[in-house]
């Protein structure tokens, strides 16, 4: 019985010194398709949380495409940047480290204002922060059941130790 509470209390005792943090997300921007034209990534985004701490990844075959980080007024009139701010690699990923809105566009040819290849994302505060852990599990360990002894009685007490010489008659 003892060593059965012991073995329990060991495990609570690890099951409470278990982290509980937030894990960030990598999103495949365009998933399967990539970074492509004639995609709607806003149809993408819709449904997707993105936090801080989530990764974009942006995967396309360099130099087809690239992306830009870009504010909403460049994002709107397809204004390219300066080429050297250019991600060009064909596996960009960008760390999401602010909430706030996020846009990117690409900067090769007309691929912005004529396919729009063009991504505008929410980025929210991460909410699972390292939190207290949560209370440790009750564990209720029941006493075996004494057989009643006699018409009518459920619980008998234990028979005292007898001493020599006088009897014991267990009640």
């Known amino acids: 019985m003892a060593s059965d509470k012991l073995v329990l209390a ?17 999103y495949i921007v365009g998933d ?15 449904d997707k949380v993105f936090r801080v701490g989530d990764r974009l990844v942006f995967k396309y075959t360099p130099p087809e495409h690239n992306v830009f980080k870009v504010n ?9 940047p300066p080429a050297n701010e250019a991600m ?17 566009i690409c900067g090769v040819g007309q691929h912005c204002s004529m396919f729009h290849l063009k991504l505008v994302i929410d ?27 006699g018409p009518g009685r459920t619980h008998a007490p234990a028979p005292s130790p007898s001493k020599k010489g006088s009897k014991s008659t267990g009640y």
């Open 88 to 104: 060009k690699s064909g596996h960009d990923v960008v760390e999401l480290k602010t909430p706030g809105k996020k846009w990117y």
């Open 123 to 149: 980025v929210v505060p991460a909410t699972a922060k390292p939190h207290a852990p949560a209370p440790a599990p009750t564990f209720h360990i029941a006493a075996p059941h004494k057989k009643a002894r």
């Open 10 to 26: 060991a495990i609570a005792s690890v099951l409470l010194l278990l982290p509980c943090a937030a894990v960030a997300k990598d």
């Open 72 to 80: 909403g007024t460049a994002f709107k009139d397809c204004t390219i």
């Open 32 to 46: 399967s398709k990539g970074w492509t034209i004639n995609y709607d990534y806003q149809a993408w985004a819709k």
